[in-house]
C-alpha cells in the first residue's frame, strides 16, 4: 500500500470515521492515517485508500453523502 | 533534505524538546513555577490584565500568548497556508472554550501545563492527566457517534486576521502599559501574575514554538485522540518529548520537587483535579484541539479556533468573578458545582450534534 495510495481529506474526524466503515463493509483496503504533513486540512485525520480503488471510494463518499476537502494522490 | 525534515517524525520529536526545555528556561527567567507555558493561565492572566476579573494576583499580558499567534502566522504565511476560514458552530465554539477554562482553572493548568507539573514533581497532576484522557475519551465516543461542528467556509481574508490583529493589539498595551482611571491596565504587583519572563524573550521563544507548532500540528489532545482512535503515535511522539525534555531541563535547573502537598499553584483536592481536567479535555475534544492547538489555528486563518479562544478568555474572566477557579487552598465555591453543570452542557452539544439524535428522529 506504500508506494500506491491516496488520501481523500475531509472537514471532520466523524466524516472520516463515517466513510471508514462504510469503506470496510466493502471489504476495501483501507486505512485512517493523520493527515500527511505537506497537505493542509482542517481535520487531522484522513483516509488512505490503494489507487485502483478511487472509483469506489469515490462512489462511497456520493452514495453516502459524505463532505469532503479532496483527494490527494501520495 | 530540509523539506525531508520537517514531515519525518524527528521533526515532531525536536518540537516537543524545543517546548519542554523552554518552558523549564522560561521559568527559570522569571515565569512562575510549574508554568513556564500555560495556554490557559497565560491567557487567564491577560483577562485579569484587561480587567475582566479583579484577581489581583494573576493579571498581566502574557507575551507567550501573542507570539503563539504570530508565530502561527509567519509560518502559514511563509508556507503558504494562511487560509481564512469560519462558520463551523462558532458559538458553541464559544461555550466549549467558555467551559474547558473553567475546567482547567478548576484543576489549575491547561494540558501543556499538566505535563510541565508532571516534569517538575507535582503528583497531584497525574489526577488531572488521568481526567484530561478520560475527557477525551468520552469525547472520542461523540466522534465515533457521527459528533462534528460542521464545517467551515472560506471567507475574506480580513476575518482570518483578527486574532493577529487583537493580539497586536495587546502587544502593544504591553508596551506602552497605559494607566487608565478604571484602574485598567491592570499588572499584578504580587503573585504569580506579578513574576514573568522579559517581554522580548518570551515573545520570541513563543514565536519559534508557534512556527513549530504550525508545521508539525502540535497537539496535546489530538495526540492522545490518534492514538485511541487510530493507532498513531506520531503526534504522542511530540508530547512524551516535550515531557522528559521539560523533566531533564528541570533537573538540570535544579527545578525538580517532587510529592503532593505544597506544590506551586496547585491544590490536594483529588476529586476536582480530575473532574476539571475531564470537563476540559471533553471541551477540547470536541471542539478538535487543545488550547494550544487553537491559538495556533487562529494564526494561520481559522476564525473558529479564534472565537474558542475569546470563549477561553471570557471563560477566565467568569472563572475567577464568580469562585469557579481554584486557589492553593482547594477549589473554589462554586468550582465543583459548575464543573458537573460544564459536563452536562458538553453532554448536551456531544449528544444533539452528533447521529444519535438524527437516529431517533428518523425512528
Known amino acids: ?74 | 533534505m530540509w523539506k525531508q525534515f520537517f514531515i519525518s517524525r524527528k521533526f515532531i520529536i525536536f518540537t516537543g524538546i524545543f517546548i519542554g526545555i523552554s518552558a523549564a528556561v522560561l521559568q527559570k527567567l522569571g515565569n512562575p513555577a510549574n508554568m513556564g507555558i500555560c495556554v490557559a493561565c497565560m491567557e487567564r492572566d491577560i483577562a485579569g490584565a484587561l480587567g475582566l476579573h479583579r484577581a489581583a494576583v494573576v493579571q498581566y499580558i502574557r507575551p507567550e500568548i501573542i507570539g503563539f499567534v504570530f508565530g502561527s502566522l509567519i509560518a502559514a504565511l511563509v508556507f503558504k497556508e494562511f487560509k481564512a476560514r469560519s462558520g463551523s458552530a462558532p458559538l458553541i465554539r464559544f461555550v466549549l472554550g467558555f467551559l474547558a477554562m473553567i475546567g482547567a482553572l478548576v484543576f489549575l493548568g491547561c494540558p501543556w501545563r499538566t505535563l510541565l507539573r508532571l516534569a517538575g514533581g507535582d503528583g497531584n497532576a497525574l489526577f488531572g492527566l488521568a481526567g484530561l484522557i478520560t475527557g477525551i475519551w468520552v469525547g472520542i465516543l461523540f466522534i465515533k457517534s457521527g459528533y462534528n461542528l460542521g464545517r467551515n467556509q472560506r471567507t475574506y481574508p480580513l476575518v482570518g486576521w483578527i486574532m493577529p490583529l487583537i493580539m497586536m493589539g495587546l502587544f502593544l498595551l504591553l508596551l506602552f502599559r497605559p494607566q487608565l482611571p478604571s484602574g485598567a491596565v491592570f499588572f499584578s504587583s504580587q503573585g504569580p501574575g506579578s513574576q514573568n519572563a522579559p517581554i522580548f524573550i518570551a515573545l520570541l521563544v513563543a514565536m519559534v514554538i508557534g512556527f513549530l507548532a504550525q508545521r508539525t500540528r502540535f497537539c496535546t489532545v489530538a495526540a492522545v485522540r490518534d492514538v485511541i482512535l487510530i493507532k498513531d503515535t506520531y503526534l504522542f511522539t511530540g508530547v512524551i518529548s516535550l515531557l522528559l525534555a521539560a523533566l531533564v531541563s528541570n533537573l538540570i535547573l535544579k527545578q525538580f520537587h517532587s510529592g503532593f502537598q505544597g506544590q506551586p499553584i496547585a491544590h490536594i483536592n483529588q476529586l476536582w483535579n480530575f473532574g476539571g481536567m475531564v470537563l476540559a479535555g471533553l471541551a477540547f475534544t470536541l471542539a478538535g484541539g487543545c488550547p494550544g492547538r487553537q491559538l495556533f489555528l487562529s494564526g494561520e486563518g481559522d476564525a473558529d479556533a479564534a472565537v474558542f479562544v475569546l470563549g477561553m478568555i471570557v471563560g477566565a474572566g467568569f472563572a475567577h468573578n464568580f469562585a469557579m477557579a481554584s486557589s492553593a487552598q482547594g477549589p473554589g465555591l462554586w468550582g465543583p458545582a459548575s464543573v458537573i453543570i460544564g459536563l452536562i452542557i458538553c453532554l448536551i452539544i456531544g449528544f444533539s450534534m452528533s447521529d444519535l439524535m438524527k437516529k431517533k428522529k428518523e425512528a
Open chain 1, 1 to 74: 500500500m506504500k508506494d500506491n495510495y491516496s488520501v481523500v481529506i475531509f472537514y471532520s474526524t466523524s466524516a472520516a470515521i463515517r466513510t471508514e466503515s462504510l469503506a470496510k463493509k466493502q471489504g476495501l483496503a483501507i486505512k485512517l492515517i493523520p493527515v500527511p504533513r505537506h497537505l493542509s486540512s482542517d481535520c487531522g485525520i484522513c483516509l488512505q485508500f490503494n489507487n485502483e480503488d478511487k472509483p469506489k471510494i469515490e462512489k462511497i463518499l456520493q452514495d453516502g453523502k459524505v463532505e469532503y476537502e479532496n483527494i490527494y494522490k501520495i
